[in-house]
């Protein structure tokens, strides 16, 4: 602030003085009997004393004109005093003089004066006004609207955009990783890029649209009169690509992305704030999903949020009530196959949410900081381990443990180690600790102080997530670091980016010429596998080994299955525990089992299908588990809709990393492109998995493979495997053969899923689509082959009698599933069991699943009985239960299963009689009243109106 020019006490002083100085001048003129007029001396004396001291507070306020006019006016009013105490002898004929130039002159000039100074300080205000306003709505650095201005602007928009009933788009747009530019290469750099991503923003929008900076580094789009969800996507790719460019700075060529959440008004809000909030929850849904790319808000998101909630407020309880536990990936030397260490992954059990993966919670935890608690849990879980392998003489594998840069950087970080150390009396040689290679670049000298005290114990020391950061390899040299572990960003690009190779080579040529261990993560192919050995890298995790598992399974792969030469090892039985056979599946390296688990006949209380029997049904996924079943099958409508939530339960305690996980996209419920994002998302929930291995485009026909095309199928199905919560997609199929051929061609499946049987060879896609799917090289999953039960249960007495003339005596179901397997081109096949019972003896039959293996007397046989068959059968209803609910509550599948049995046994009486007494009068084919919403979910096609009527013509009404 600017110093003043004449201080407060001062003007007290000249005010006291001129008061003291008028009422003396007066009553001494008084004493002295002079001749004045005593009322207007003091009337003017007064007036002097203001303007005086209004002149000397306009001299501290700058305001010159105003100043210089009240001097003029207090001059008159001076000569005025002057002349009225005779103090200036002025001869009568200059009076008329005097008068008019210091009494009109003066102060008609004052006054004017005045009013200019006072209207040249109105405008001056103003115009500060406007600068204030500036300051106030306008970011400083960027100059682009601040949250303040962009609000005020926004709130306009709304009102327009609400009268002209037109649509909005808000983009909020962070920076991915700034924090590193900052800490790397200092504020006065990252101002810099804020500046060039300012002005590349303003080059990418359109004309008519706004961005503003909110702070940090987050910006904001305001998108005008948005005609439909392709502008958000077509904008949103153009400020993606954007920062594919370097950004130039000092000479220095920055990379980085950005993550953008989009709400769209009126759609996702119709106030400001709502909007704001939405597009926030979009923004950190693009974080989640792997960052450099965008979301578009809708309602699943909000549930995601209130999940973030309820995840940080039961993090402390959950470490309370030990709710956290451990799984183990092993480390694998490249050459031997031998276990060389382990990495332990933490889980949560929640009580409410189910299985969480780190991915869940642990960017929460850094948040709220209790990660600092959760990591020296994990060690003290880790050493807790390592001394009881110690106290039974099992030799320890070294486990590492990775600390988060929250606690890393803590002061207390080597005092609190050593006392988990000291209290669990392990032997710290056999734990590592890794640090992402960020955390060591934050502050080196810390970092580099904090690792040398760690050798002190013969820790070993990981560098994670190598080559993702902007650290300087010269400190490789200066860092004790015992591994470098190559990110799975790298690994992935293997066989399909040069580049990526390229910089794997580089790695680990580097790290060799410095003595350092190699560590690749994320390896899941034999292609990966085999780049990293050709190329010298000493050890790797990652699937194809072994998905992390819990410490009762490691133990058992240390003691038992300690070296294994070929990393597929396991491929045709797994460590002779169970009799499964595997199979490749198709284009992928996923050996999968022969039989497989379809989970929508699950055992149930009281036939009530979303009322499922908890404790049978988990009994028995898990027995197949156990038992070599490796594919559990489920999707979004089974058991209405309940089938996702109990497989969830049921590959929790360490199941889930044994299976991979089918489940089906609901393309009969799709209206939108965010129809897809929301399904998926919710079935994530529900399965309480953060990824599905084979996620299916469920009952694909006509009608639904029409839709889902306009609404954005492939878009979708590359968002997801890029954003990796699916591993490979393929679809589900209901419909004639050359459809089939056509969705084959249509995308690059990785495997495909169809009806067929003995009696299904030319039904659907039947046998001509099965062999045209093989030729794609598709991955070929089996239904129904025993087409609903009905091959396997009350087999007519002449079919028993045509399957028990074979040489080999077979049940039906061997010989069902026999006949599958004998087809090479087939990966698994997936049966819908409902007993403990059935499970068990499905599993017998299925070291005999062999391809080729049939005789040809067994091909006639097995021809014979679908042709008795064909004719017998009337309905090719599954029982699916697609059809149902009925809106006025016909049993459908009952019916056609008891008249199926009525044709095929040839009892119409005993099977009316059973369908009088099971089937209630209200569900009856009687009482269809034709609507044809039944017609429209059956997979099979089949014209159940016309079938209900053939019903009642045999059973009555």
């Known amino acids: 602030m600017d110093k003043k020019v004449i201080g407060k006490s001062t003007k007290i002083i000249v005010f006291s003085f001129l008061c003291i100085l008028l009422f003396l001048s007066y009553f001494i003129f008084q004493q002295n009997n002079l001749e004045i007029d005593g009322d207007d001396f003091i009337i003017e004396g007064i007036v002097f004393i203001l303007g005086v001291n209004i002149l000397l507070n306009t001299l501290d306020l700058r305001m010159n004109f105003i100043s210089f006019g009240i001097f003029m006016i207090c001059f008159s009013y001076l000569n005025d005093f002057f002349d009225e105490v005779k103090l200036i002898k002025i001869p009568d004929k200059f009076h008329i003089v005097q008068d008019v130039i210091f009494k009109g002159v003066f102060q008609a000039l004052g006054l004017i004066i005045i009013t200019y100074g006072v209207s ?55 920076l991915d990783e700034f924090k590193i530019i900052n800490d790397t290469f200092g504020h006065s750099i990252g101002d810099k890029l804020l500046k060039k991503v300012s002005a590349r923003l303003r080059h990418v929008i359109r004309g008519n649209d706004m961005v503003a900076r909110l702070g940090g580094d987050e910006f904001v789009v305001v998108l005008h009169d948005i005609e439909n969800y392709n502008e958000l996507d077509c904008i949103a790719n153009r ?41 926030d929850i979009a923004m950190y849904r693009a974080k989640e999903n792997g960052k450099n790319n965008y979301e578009i808000y809708n309602d699943s998101m909000n549930h995601l949020s209130v999940r973030r909630l309820e995840v940080a407020e039961g993090l402390r309880k959950g470490l309370e009530r030990k709710e956290f536990y451990l799984m183990y990936q092993p480390k694998v030397n490249m050459s031997t196959g031998e276990i060389t260490g382990l990495e332990a992954l933490l889980r949560w059990n929640h009580p409410k949410l189910g299985l969480l993966y780190p991915e869940d919670f642990i960017q929460i935890a850094e948040e709220t900081g209790i990660i600092k608690e959760i990591d020296e849990y994990v060690l003290r879980l880790v050493s807790t381990q390592i001394k009881a392998w110690i106290d039974d003489d099992f030799k ?55 690792l040398k005290q760690l050798k002190e114990y013969n820790i070993q020391i990981h560098l994670d997530d190598f080559g993702t950061g902007y650290s300087s390899l010269c400190y490789l040299k200066v860092f004790p670091v015992d591994v470098l572990k190559i990110d799975k960003l790298f690994i992935d690009g293997i066989v399909k980016d040069k580049k990526d190779e390229s910089i794997i080579k580089s790695l680990i040529k580097m790290a060799k010429s410095l003595d350092i261990k190699v560590i690749s993560e994320g390896v899941e192919t034999m292609q990966q596998f085999r780049f990293l050995q050709e190329n010298q890298c000493d050890e790797y995790q990652g699937y194809l080994f072994s998905r992390p598992l819990p410490m009762e399974e490691i133990e058992k792969k240390l003691g038992f299955d300690r070296k294994v030469s070929n990393p597929l090892g396991r491929a045709l039985k797994l460590k002779g525990e169970n009799r499964m056979l595997y199979r490749k599946f198709g284009p992928t390296e996923e050996m999968v089992s022969i039989l497989s688990l379809g989970c929508m006949r699950l055992p149930t209380i009281d036939e009530e299908p979303k009322n499922i029997d908890e404790e049978k049904a988990i009994e028995m996924i898990r027995y197949s588990v156990d038992n070599g079943v ?89 968002s997801i495997l890029k954003d990796g919560r699916v591993k490979y997609v393929g679809f589900s199929f209901h419909d004639e053969v050359e459809l089939f051929k056509e969705i084959v061609d249509a995308y690059d499946w990785t495997f495909c899923q169809i009806q067929y049987n003995f009696i299904d060879e030319d039904y659907q896609a039947g046998k001509e ?28 007495g002449e079919i028993m009698d045509v399957w028990n003339s074979g040489e080999i005596k077979r049940t039906p179901v061997q010989w069902a599933l026999r006949y599958l397997w004998n087809y090479g081109e087939i990966s698994t096949v997936l049966s819908g069991m409902s007993t403990l019972e059935q499970v068990k003896e499905n599993i017998n039959y299925a070291d005999e699943g062999l391809s080729s293996s049939l005789k040809e007397e067994e091909k006639e046989l097995i021809f014979k009985v679908s042709q008795m068959y064909k004719e017998k059968i009337k309905v090719n209803c599954t029982v699916c239960k697609y059809c149902l609910p009925c809106p006025v509550g016909v049993a459908i599948p009952s019916a056609f299963e008891l008249y199926n049995d009525a044709m095929m046994f040839g009892s119409i009486e005993d099977e009316k009689e059973r369908y009088n007494m099971l089937i209630k009068e209200e569900a009856r084919a009687s009482k269809c009243v034709g609507c044809g919403e039944c017609e429209e979910a059956c997979p099979q096609n089949i014209p159940i109106r016309e079938k209900l009527r053939d019903v009642v013509e045999a059973f009555g009404e």
Request: proline share 3%.
């Open 120 to 174: 040249k300080a109105i405008k001056e205000r103003e115009k500060f006004l406007d600068e204030l306003k500036g300051v106030a709505f306008k970011d400083f650095l960027t100059n682009l609207p601040n949250r303040r201005g962009m609000k005020e602007k926004l709130a306009s928009f709304i009102e327009e955009a609400s009268k002209n009933s037109r649509r909005l788009g808000v983009l909020f747009i962070d």
């Open 239 to 279: 400020i993606i690509g954007s920062f594919k460019r370097a950004f130039i700075l000092n000479g220095i060529h920055i990379h980085i992305s950005c993550s953008i959440g989009i709400s769209v008004f009126p759609d996702n809000g119709g106030d400001l704030d709502m909007l704001f909030k939405n597009a």
């Open 396 to 450: 320890p594998v070294n486990i590492a443990v990775n600390i988060s840069p929250q606690l890393f950087n803590e002061k207390t970080f080597i005092k609190r180690v050593d006392n988990i150390f000291k209290k669990t009396n392990v032997d710290p040689s056999f734990i590592s600790i890794e640090i992402t290679e960020t955390t060591a670049m934050e502050n080196k000298d810390y970092a580099l102080n904090i």
């Open 630 to 718: 490796n594919y559990v099958d489920t999707a979004y409508p089974y058991h209405g809709g309940m089938s996702e939530y109990l497989v969830g339960k049921a590959l929790g305690d360490g199941y889930r990393e044994r299976v991979y996980l089918a489940t089906k996209l609901p393309s009969w419920l799709i209206e939108s492109r965010g129809d897809m994002d929301k399904y998926l998302n919710e079935q994530l929930e529900r399965l309480r998995t953060e990824y599905i291995d084979f996620y299916l485009v469920h009952t694909l026909n006509q009608r639904y493979w029409k839709n889902l095309r306009e609404n954005g199928l492939f878009e979708f199905l590359d």
């Open 769 to 796: 689509g099965l062999k045209y799917a093989a030729e794609a090289g598709l991955g070929i999953v089996i239904m129904e082959p025993l087409r609903g039960g009905r091959l396997a249960s009350r087999v007519p």
